[in-house]
């Protein structure tokens, strides 16, 4: 069974920056993809960063040049670096996987979520 774990949400001053990780855990062949996606109060979840193998990258544009995402693909783990965050940037934040099991199957996985509050 495949999990996602996130850590390192919590409070933050606008203008400070919060590291999200992501911990892929279980049995599998490989993650394939690895994302980040939001969802703020009142809202609908929103993708915030994706990563495709372990180069190819995608952000929303509220996340260009201020979001990074990373993987360690030896430890299937994932990040999410936040810089210069704002109040809305204060959501729910959801790792996702993309994972192949090793019966060559693809699925989707989702953490819980973290919560990243921005405060004044």
């Known amino acids: 069974q495949v999990q996602l774990a996130e850590s390192g949400g919590g409070v933050v001053q606008v203008g400070g920056s919060l590291r999200l990780s992501c911990a892929v855990t279980?049995?599998?062949?490989?993650?394939?993809?690895m994302a980040w996606h939001r969802q703020r109060p009142g809202g609908e979840r929103e993708m915030v960063a994706q990563?495709?193998?372990?180069?190819?990258?995608n952000y929303a544009g509220f996340a260009k040049g201020r979001f990074t995402i990373s993987r360690d693909a030896a430890k299937n783990t994932g990040a999410l670096e936040m810089n210069n965050m704002s109040e809305d940037d204060t959501a729910v934040y959801f790792c996702?996987?993309?994972?192949?099991?090793?019966?060559?199957?693809?699925?989707?996985?989702w953490g819980q979520g973290t919560q990243v509050t921005v405060s004044t």
């Open positions: 279980g049995s599998f062949y490989r993650v394939n993809i």
């Open positions: 990563m495709y193998g372990l180069e190819t990258t």
């Open positions: 996702y996987a993309h994972v192949t099991n090793n019966r060559g199957v693809a699925d989707h996985y």
